[in-house]
């Protein structure tokens, strides 16, 4: 895009222009002012892009509403809950719903913000996603396959095995290993081999159904997983009521879906850490974003 000129000013967004901002963004032909402190301190891709001081005899992108950097491959909305993260005025209280937290994992994984894309991580192990729509979100944004066990488990125990829309989704590979996981669990014990029937009901539970996961998507052992999260959710939306497994016993943590209301009336960062979706910050920002916003957020939809 060319640089802007006083006749052909793009509209500053409502929320996130912040004055006092010294990173100017173009996003669909809109412009976001923030502070190039969260940019660069977490995102090698925005470092590169984002030089300070400038390079002698140039005048760097993102330096004015007339050289802002701009951002493709992002809409609007997602650019916005990526903000709300560094600007959430809840001081890490972070209440988000599936769908804005899988926003956030995108850029995060796209623009690599590793502490980002672990927040993102976390707020959505503490919600109830569908089995099938977390197997296929995990693997999209490369996210440690052993928070899967429980996912993998409601697909392998359900009564219907995948369709073919459904195995497109996941994937050649995924969807083999399902289909191969779910014939060993329901093969019965007959002078003991076993024969299998896919439709036939599960004959395996707890630590051998477990294992067997383990053994099939070739996972690391639950402890590898603490650096996501501390506690892995059941998958909605496919019944488990069959599986007998105590050892995997997790607590879910309901989430109605909305986001925090109100605008972000500045920069926080206090590094607590709050529940499972904390993200805990180094250390207080020192003035760095001291600029306010207008009036309330609605991007965040």
Not at 151 to 180: F, K, N
Not at 242 to 269: E, F, H, K, V
């Given at each position: ?29 809109t ?14 891709w925005?470092?590169e892009?984002?030089?300070y ?5 140039e ?49 995060a ?9 672990e ?22 944004y ?22 073919i ?42 630590a ?6 383990n ?21 909605s ?53 001291n ?11």
């Amino acid at each position: 895009m060319p640089a802007t000129s006083a006749t052909t000013r793009l509209p500053l967004h409502r929320d996130y222009y912040i004055h006092g901002g010294d990173a100017i963004f173009c996003v669909e032909n809109t412009l976001f002012r923030a502070h190039r402190f969260f940019f660069a301190r977490d995102s090698s891709w925005f470092r590169e892009r984002l030089p300070y001081p400038s390079p002698p005899g140039e005048t760097a992108k993102g330096s004015s509403d007339n050289l802002p950097l701009v951002l493709d491959d992002v809409t609007k909305t997602e650019f916005e809950r990526l903000l709300w993260v560094f600007y959430n005025p809840k001081y890490s209280l972070y209440d988000a719903s599936i769908e804005e937290w899988t926003s956030i994992l995108k850029l995060a994984h796209q623009w690599d913000f590793k502490e980002v894309k672990e927040l993102a991580i976390r707020g959505l192990e503490s919600l109830q996603i569908p089995a099938l729509q977390k197997v296929v979100l995990y693997q999209t944004y490369h996210v440690n396959r052993t928070l899967l066990q429980a996912a993998y488990t409601a697909l392998i125990v359900r009564d219907e095995p995948l369709t073919i829309e459904e195995g497109r989704e996941v994937g050649l590979e995924t969807a083999l290993q399902l289909a191969h996981a779910r014939e060993i669990a329901r093969a019965p014990v007959f002078s003991g081999r076993r024969v299998g029937n896919p439709r036939s009901p599960v004959n395996l539970a707890g630590a051998e159904l477990h294992t067997l996961i383990n053994d099939v998507f070739q996972l690391s052992s639950p402890d590898a997983a603490s650096e996501h999260t501390t506690q892995m959710p059941t998958s909605s939306g496919t019944p488990t009521t069959n599986i007998r497994d105590t050892s995997q016993t997790t607590s879910t943590q309901t989430n109605s879906g909305s986001s925090p209301s109100n605008t972000p009336q500045g920069t926080n960062a206090n590094g607590s850490t709050n529940g499972t979706t904390g993200w805990p910050l180094n250390g207080h920002i020192n003035g760095a974003a001291n600029g306010t916003t207008r009036g309330q957020t609605n991007g965040r939809r």
